[in-house]
């Protein structure tokens, strides 16, 4: 049996202007999967950006990595959590992410279509969409990939509040 486990703190970094306010790097495994976290009290940069508590988490198995960023103020005030899982095909020729339905912008929860897909091939540089609609009332962000031999890709928004999206990050 191997397993890994590492717990690291840092109090602050400050760099170029930018300060990480108490980090902490979390791994554990077994032989099945490794979990991680990455998680912040405070990133900043200067007067103009600060995120509160900045997470990303997540766990690997199976050419599978489960991911989820989330910056929250508290439990119950969430700026953002985008989650989703990416996939190595065919033995890393291709890449697929899937969005996860827990997403959720500036405290409002958004509607993610199921069965959604972005994927990359390596060989051609193609990139897919299949299915990708992530929408909160009028507002929606849209890929899809089209007919064609050049796999062209359509990219649609609508109604978007540039403002609340900018107040998210």
Do not use: C
């Amino acid at each position: 049996d191997a397993n890994l486990t590492l717990n690291s703190r840092i109090p602050v970094i400050i760099y170029d202007g930018y300060r990480l306010d108490s980090t902490q790097l979390t791994i554990a495994s077994d032989p099945q999967k490794l979990d991680y976290a990455l998680r912040m009290r405070q990133a900043s940069q200067d007067t103009s950006l600060r995120l509160p508590n900045p997470s990303i988490t997540g766990s690997v198995a199976n050419n599978q990595v489960a991911t989820n960023v989330r910056i929250a103020e508290s439990d119950s005030a969430q700026l953002l959590n985008l989650a989703g899982l990416l996939q190595v095909l065919n033995q890393g020729d291709a890449y697929a992410f899937s969005f996860d339905e827990n997403l959720v912008v500036n405290n409002q929860k958004w509607t993610v279509a199921p069965n959604n897909e972005v994927r990359y091939t390596l060989a051609s540089g193609a990139i897919r969409a299949d299915n990708v609609r992530l929408s909160q009332g009028q507002q929606f962000i849209e890929l899809q990939t089209l007919p064609g031999a050049e796999y062209p890709l359509q990219a649609r928004l609508g109604s978007l509040d540039l403002n609340m999206l900018a107040v998210a990050g």
